[in-house]
């Protein structure tokens, strides 16, 4: 049976380019990069400078300094809050995110929560936006640290975090952004952006799992998640990982070159799904932005009556990879955090399915994903308990026909 993957939000296959790229640090540039008073560790020392140049290039970094490799992108989210916050205790300990951000920022913000500092969720609205006049209203005398997502995971809504950034200087408050969800997916230019750290991992956009990066603009007080050697110019300890660095820059320069053509292939794809989704089957609710400020890839689709996991499982069986939420959070039998903030009812949200395509995504894919879901969820359905109380008149609707 073919393999329809559209789970592209939770991870992209390694592209051919990009193994052909790492090869080279895995057989002929093998050597440790700090190790600098003999040749073969010159070679990865003078490679890695390389790919911190292009990745800075590609980020439009105004300093390849600013370019720090890490392990993902969530320790380059907990890097980012933890070490924001801990570097400017002195000035202030109060830390301002939102209420859908990825787990990596929530949980990082929890765990200073527990060491005495304070945290305020801002609400979002139904689409799932939060505003800059929201982030400007909550900052306090002892706010240090603003972190809002630049495009959400699972529902696609796309922050405004140009302005959002533009309010935190004026207040002289530290700006992190975690961009994970948006490389590839539409442009990002961090001087524009104007924010002063901003997180990556590069297996959301055909890179491999297990690097990402974190930007800090030069000048901007952290201090150091992980202790050891003095790699990273000193900021963040561990041998660095050359052949997953170079799948990353690889990535990106691809992802960066084929921007334009793969987000309008894309969204070709994100539209022709949800409007063939929403117009085949009844009682279904479309769960984030329905404009330009939607993620090109993300269709996120609550199904009334019948539960996410069934789906999924339905949709295996015919092949079709897609998920209910985010990967980091795929252990957990509570509804969607990010669902349950824009207002989504549990029970709603506990039947929701989110596709993300990609570049590689087909017309005939799609088809079939528009031929098997009507057949899955009437099955189901057939089978639901709530459903026939809802035939019944016993229980209402809570989304539209």
Same mark, same amino acid.
């Given at each position: ?22 090869? !080279?640090?895995? =057989? ?41 490799? =890490? ?9 980012? #809050? ?35 500092? @304070? ?13 800059p ?5 909550? #900052?306090?005398?002892?706010? +240090?640290?603003i972190?809002?997502? =630049?495009?959400?995971?699972? +529902? ?17 408050? #530290? ?14 230019? +961090? ?6 750290? !901003? ?14 990066? !974190?930007?800090?603009r ?10 050891g ?13 050359l052949?997953? +660095? ?6 990106? @320069? ?26 085949s ?19 996120? #689709? %609550?199904? &009334? ?17 897609? /998920? ?5 959070? /795929?252990?957990?039998?509570d509804?969607s ?18 596709? /993300? ?26 089978? %639901?308990?709530?459903?026939? &109380? ?12």
């Amino acid at each position: 049976m073919k393999t329809v993957y559209l789970d592209n939000n939770a991870t992209t296959s390694v592209s051919q380019e990009v193994r052909e790229a790492m090869m !080279l640090y895995l =057989t002929d540039i093998w050597g440790n990069a700090s190790s600098v008073f003999y040749s073969v560790g010159q070679a990865a020392e003078d490679a890695l400078a390389r790919m911190r140049m292009s990745v800075a290039k590609e980020l439009g970094a105004a300093n390849a300094n600013e370019i720090y490799f =890490t392990a993902s992108g969530c320790e380059a989210d907990n890097w980012a #809050i933890k070490g924001a916050a801990f570097a400017n205790k002195r000035k202030g300990n109060h830390i301002i995110t939102t209420k859908i951000e990825h787990h990596a920022v929530l949980g990082a913000c929890e765990f200073l929560e527990r060491n005495g500092f @304070e945290v305020t969720y801002l609400d979002v609205d139904k689409d799932g936006f939060v505003t800059p006049e929201q982030v400007e209203a909550a #900052i306090k005398d002892n706010t +240090i640290l603003i972190s809002v997502m =630049t495009a959400n995971n699972e +529902i696609g809504t796309i922050m405004p975090i140009k302005e959002i950034a533009a309010v935190a200087k004026r207040h002289k408050v #530290i700006m992190h952004t975690d961009a994970v969800q948006a490389i590839g997916h539409m442009p990002i230019n +961090i001087v524009e952006l104007g924010v002063d750290m !901003l997180s990556v991992s590069a297996h959301k956009f055909h890179g491999p799992k297990g690097v990402g990066l !974190l930007y800090i603009r030069n000048g901007t007080r952290i201090d150091n998640l992980i202790h050891g050697g003095g790699q990273e110019r000193g900021k963040r300890a561990a041998t660095e990982n050359l052949a997953g +660095i170079a799948g990353l820059a690889k990535a990106l @320069e691809i992802a960066v070159a084929n921007l334009d053509k793969n987000t309008a292939h894309m969204k070709r794809m994100r539209d022709r799904l949800i409007e063939g989704l929403m117009g085949s089957i009844d009682y279904v609710k479309l769960n984030g932005p329905t404009d330009q400020r939607r993620l090109c890839n993300n269709v996120n #689709i %609550s199904y &009334e009556f019948i539960e996410g996991e069934s789906i999924l499982m339905r949709l295996n069986m015919a092949g079709i990879c897609a /998920s209910s939420g985010s990967a980091c959070a /795929s252990g957990s039998l509570d509804p969607s955090h990010v669902l349950m903030a824009i207002g989504v009812p549990h029970e709603i949200a506990h039947g929701s399915i989110r596709f /993300s395509v990609g570049e590689d995504t087909t017309d005939e894919e799609v088809d079939y994903v528009l031929e098997q879901m009507p057949k899955i969820v009437t099955l189901l359905r057939s089978m %639901s308990p709530m459903y026939e &109380e809802f035939e019944e008149g016993r229980l209402p609707s809570q989304t539209k026909r």
